[in-house]
């Protein structure tokens, strides 16, 4: 074992805190050997030690058995991989541990330089007795940028505390498909949604200080059949208009520090090989100067899946003039095959070069190249505080959203008896998607209490009801097996009000109904819940229906004979508590669809984001219109939309645009809604969607309150890529809609784009401004606000 004292370093310019970081870096590059670089474009993939001791390799079917930390430190490392996120790990001996590793890692380079290190933030630090919040469609569902950043810069705080200077997130993929098992980690279908909430929650990472990382780097939600890793069939106006954005929004309005690459080929182009995507567009043209990561294993699939490389040195060689900088999450192709293909002369050791002085850029401003830096002490970590779990109880509760209410059973009688069924009833499980770390990482170590507590519906409702709550599984979410049936029925048949809670169990590759590789043939509810519904409705007892799930499933079978409908999206280890106080009404519900409701289980792939000719039309007997539209959301008490104003008739090329809307309070509680703007493209060179959101703003108002909600767009805004590939405002007539949901417009207001074609690029404007100017008004004794 190498022995972790200090030795005698190298010094040099590279310490000195004064100079640029570039400069810092290309300083020490220039006095390094090729192991040395090479060293500094790897990871491994490590497991803190549950005493605090040392870190040891992780290994997986994909691990190289022979590896050892010791033989891969011994001129340096790149990034440690996961040392919390791999096994259940006490905070104060997982800080212990990854303490003693940088120690280590520093004394075996000659340079006394740490590793960065990185974990997953999907949905909190993926951590043992690390909150759980809520995972990202339902940050899409809040449609509260603003509580997004303040719940990121509590993961990235924590991060941080553990001696973490790199989170693997936002995923910013947009929906193109709702069988795609990693729906659960997008924002939503709309690609201004994703890149206003992914950026949201880039800004809270980054201001604690820990690297943000951008995945996945573009295309992947658009794989063919939603099936994970398949070929991406988009054209360069889709990926541009569609795919590209989100990325461009969250580097600029968020500060994001990394990239990380997808998996997918996009039109036969694995994006791992791509140097157009990769260098061309994000760098040369965003201006992006951070470092690109792969995803993981995505270097070796360039040889072993895609076969666009013959060996692992070509996969270096493709990735590494791609764009790639460090390949993850071990060493492998940017080992020995890398430093081959340098001495063969397959690749100019100048690329090497160009990948270190980003990586050694990056860790200059961490302060990892500082002379006096020193890995964290534990000392009274915690990951999972009161304030921690507050945040996710109110993005929880802003989150779930209420589909239908039309018989008015909801919120529930005070002393009615209701009958709790369905199999995410009573399942704690059935509140986190695949990346919270007790379902990622928990479910291989049962033995292991989860290490948090998670409530579920059941446990939150009997708390939180007054009369009785009697409960029955019925089924299983995906085994089939119809025993539990008849003690459902019976319960449903003896209540006043019967609640079927129904959706996903997140997992892995097959062993979940939602999750990464966990991807569906159809939008039918997994295993036999469909029938179960079925089986509860026909016993004649007001039913609501509650989803819980990491995808949107068709529900048009129910419309009509639900009672009512509540949709949520893995809410978090606090989920069972808002969903039970909006059953009860003790939180009258806000959220709205960051994705559509399908009518019909095979209507897919389809979403709003749709051209005249792909919504329901004539020349097709598919009916492709959604239950519940991307938008929608009710509540227990609405808001009363007034008039709408705007500043001009005329709208110029580069110019700017003022509309409002007043809205009111006239019912006796606080309601919040989510005010939406949208834009029609009245007629353009090229087919655009019907409608495409370009503006959002939340608003609370209280009784007898009233505001105007004021939205000023830029003409930018409207620019879609023409027949030429050249992103262009086009001067024509186009309308701007205020609306609830992207079917239910209150007004709309017509206005002519006047001036040239102007083409713009990636210094547009990206985001509408958009603000809430209350006033509280007086309440006349008839009840009507003067």
Not at 18 to 29: H, Q
Not at 391 to 399: G, H, K, Q
Not at 467 to 484: E, L, N, S, T, Y
Request: with cysteine.
């Amino acid at each position: 074992m190498i022995d972790p004292s200090p030795m005698t370093r190298v010094t040099g310019a590279w310490h000195d805190q004064t100079l640029p970081a570039a400069e810092r870096a290309s300083a020490l590059v220039a006095e390094m050997t090729l192991e040395e670089k090479t060293s500094q474009l790897v990871g491994l993939w490590v497991v803190a030690d549950a005493s605090g001791g040392d870190v040891a390799p992780f290994q997986n079917e994909m691990s190289d058995a022979g590896v050892t930390f010791d033989g891969v430190i011994e001129d340096g490392l790149g990034q440690l991989v996961r040392p919390f996120g791999s096994d259940p790990i006490a905070p104060d001996k997982g800080v212990e541990s990854l303490a003693r590793a940088q120690r280590r890692i520093m004394a075996a380079n000659r340079f006394g330089i740490p590793a960065q290190v990185h974990e997953e933030c999907l949905a909190g630090f993926a951590a043992w007795q690390a909150t759980a919040y809520p995972v990202p469609l339902s940050w899409g569902a809040s449609f509260d940028p603003g509580l997004v950043e303040e719940m990121a810069a509590q993961i990235g705080a924590s991060l941080r505390s553990a001696g973490v200077h790199q989170g693997l997130a936002p995923v910013l993929d947009v929906v193109r498909d709702y069988r795609w098992g990693r729906v659960e980690e997008t924002i939503g279908e709309d690609p201004y949604l994703v890149g206003a909430v992914g950026a949201a929650y880039v800004r809270g990472i980054e201001s604690t200080g820990v690297v943000a990382t951008l995945k996945h780097f573009a295309g992947y939600s658009g794989s063919r059949a939603a099936r994970n890793h398949a070929p991406v069939s988009a054209g360069p106006r889709e990926m541009a208009d569609v795919f590209h954005p989100p990325f461009l929004t969250a580097l600029r309005e968020g500060g994001a520090r990394s990239v990380m690459n997808s998996y997918a080929e996009v039109d036969g182009v694995p994006a791992a090989a791509d140097r157009t995507v990769l260098t061309e567009l994000l760098r040369d043209d965003w201006g992006f100067d951070g470092v690109v990561v792969a995803d993981y294993f995505a270097v070796a699939f360039l040889r072993t899946l895609h076969r666009v490389a013959e060996s692992d040195g070509e996969a270096a060689a493709l990735a590494l003039a791609a764009g790639i900088d460090v390949e993850l999450p071990s060493v492998h192709a940017y080992g020995e095959p890398l430093r081959d293909a340098v001495r063969t002369g397959l690749v100019d050791e100048a690329l090497v070069d160009r990948a270190v002085i980003r990586v050694l850029a990056q860790k200059a401003q961490l302060g990892l190249l500082d002379e006096d830096w020193a890995p964290d002490a534990a000392d009274d970590v915690s990951f999972d505080t009161a304030e921690q779990r507050d945040t996710a109880l109110r993005l929880a509760r802003e989150s779930v959203v209420l589909l239908a209410n039309d018989s008015g059973i909801l919120p529930l009688a005070p002393a009615s008896r209701v009958a709790l069924v369905g199999p995410l009833a009573d399942d704690p499980f059935g509140m986190l998607g695949c990346y919270s770390f007790p379902l990622h990482v928990g479910v291989r170590h049962l033995d292991k209490p989860v290490g948090i507590d998670i409530a579920t519906v059941r446990a939150a409702l009997e708390r939180a009801h007054g009369g009785r709550v009697a409960h029955a599984v019925g089924c299983d979410v995906m085994r089939p097996g119809r025993d539990g049936f008849d003690e459902a029925v019976a319960a449903a048949r003896d209540a006043d009000v019967a609640i079927v809670t129904v959706g996903d169990r997140a997992g892995l590759f097959g062993k979940g109904t939602s999750g990464e590789g966990c991807d569906a043939a159809d939008l039918r509810l997994p295993g036999e819940q469909h029938d179960l519904v079925e089986a509860v409705l026909a016993t004649g007892t007001p039913t609501v229906i509650v989803v819980l799930s990491g995808r949107p499933y068709a529900l048009g079978a129910f419309a009509g004979r639900a009672a009512a409908i509540v949709q949520t999206f893995f809410p978090g280890q606090l989920g069972g508590q808002a969903i039970a106080e909006v059953l009860t009404g003790a939180t009258n519900p806000s959220g709205h669809l960051p994705v559509g409701i399908p009518r019909e289980a095979g209507s897919q792939p389809s979403t709003y984001l749709a051209p005249p000719l792909g919504r329901a039309d004539a020349p097709s007997n598919i009916d492709p219109t959604p239950l519940f539209p991307f938008g929608h959301g009710e509540s227990y008490g609405s808001l009363t939309w007034g008039d709408v104003s705007c500043d001009a008739v005329e709208w110029a090329v580069d110019g700017e645009v003022t509309i409002a809307v007043e809205v009111s309070n006239e019912s006796e509680r606080v309601v919040s809604d989510v005010v939406q703007l949208y834009l029609h493209d009245v007629v353009a060179q090229v087919t655009r969607p019907v409608a495409r959101l370009i503006g959002f703003q939340r608003v609370t108002l209280e009784p007898g309150e009233r505001a105007a909600v004021r939205f000023t767009a830029h003409a930018d805004l409207t620019s879609f890529t023409g027949l030429r590939g050249e992103r262009i405002v086009e001067p024509g007539a186009v309308e701007l809609q205020i609306a609830r949901s992207s079917a239910d417009v209150h007004r709309s207001v017509a206005l002519r784009l006047a001036g040239p074609v102007r083409r713009v690029d990636s210094t547009r404007a990206l985001l509408s401004e958009a603000a809430v100017e209350s006033t509280v008004a007086a309440v006349a004794a008839d009840g009507r606000i003067g």
